[in-house]
Structure formats: structure tokens, C-alpha cells
């Protein structure tokens, strides 16, 4: 049975860290590019990052880029969004699923959410 656990969110002020983390089990995450896709209040669900299977390569959001770092430790079966210089906007549920790197910023297939529970950011003063 797939499951992915996020987990790592929480309320944090503009300019602060999180780091988030997907524990995979019950498929191969090696074999797979990942993704972090967020649904934010009143906005698309959009694919803000993505890494190689391998994690040789990645792609991000216009909008996150040299604030948000996606890794993977394939040996943990774990993908991380280390998240910096958060911004109000930023507030959202975040969840990872695969996803194809060539497709970062385009809106969230329909079973997004289908294996994970997602991990609220939150980012307020």
C-alpha cells in the first residue's frame, strides 16, 4: 500500500525556516521524480517543486526560487522542501507526490492528495 506522511509544518513568522519532510513507503522512491504541491486558501493547487529521481536535478516555482530547496535521501525514502525567507504567502497545505519536473508551476493533477495527508504552513506575525 503507497503512503506518503508529511510532516514539518507549523506557524512560523515572515522571514522564518521550516523544513518539511515525506516519508514514503510501499513503492520504490528511487525510481520516481517527486514533487511538493501546495493548496493555498482561495488560490490554485500548484506543483511548486520537483527533483529527479535520482535528485541530480530540480525545478521550482518562479516564485519560490532562491528561497526553497527540494532534496531526497533515497536510502531514508524521504523528499524534503527546506523552506527560507517565508513569506505570508507562502501559507498553505503542502503535500509530495511524484511529479514530472517539467511540469513545476502548472496547477495539481486531480490525485494530488491521494496518498498523503499534507503539512499546514502557516506564516503570520
Known amino acids: 500500500q503507497v503512503q506518503l506522511v508529511e510532516s514539518g509544518g507549523g506557524l512560523v513568522q515572515p522571514g522564518g525556516s521550516l523544513r518539511l519532510s515525506c516519508a514514503s513507503s510501499?513503492?520504490?522512491?528511487?525510481?520516481?521524480?517527486m514533487g511538493w504541491y501546495r493548496q493555498a486558501p482561495g488560490k490554485e493547487c500548484e506543483l511548486v517543486a520537483a527533483?529527479?529521481?535520482?535528485?541530480?536535478?530540480?525545478n521550482y516555482a518562479t516564485s519560490l526560487k532562491g528561497r526553497f530547496t527540494i532534496s531526497r535521501d533515497n536510502a531514508k525514502n524521504t523528499v524534503y522542501l527546506q523552506m527560507n525567507s517565508l513569506k505570508p504567502e507562502d501559507t498553505a497545505v503542502y503535500y509530495c507526490?511524484?511529479?514530472?519536473?517539467?511540469?513545476?508551476?502548472?496547477?495539481?493533477?486531480?490525485?494530488?492528495?491521494?496518498w498523503g495527508q499534507g503539512t499546514q504552513v502557516t506564516v503570520s506575525s
Open positions: 510501499g513503492f520504490t522512491l528511487s525510481s520516481y521524480a
Open positions: 527533483i529527479t529521481s535520482a535528485g541530480g536535478s530540480a
Open positions: 507526490n511524484l511529479a514530472d519536473p517539467v511540469l513545476v508551476g502548472s496547477r495539481c493533477p486531480a490525485d494530488f492528495d491521494a
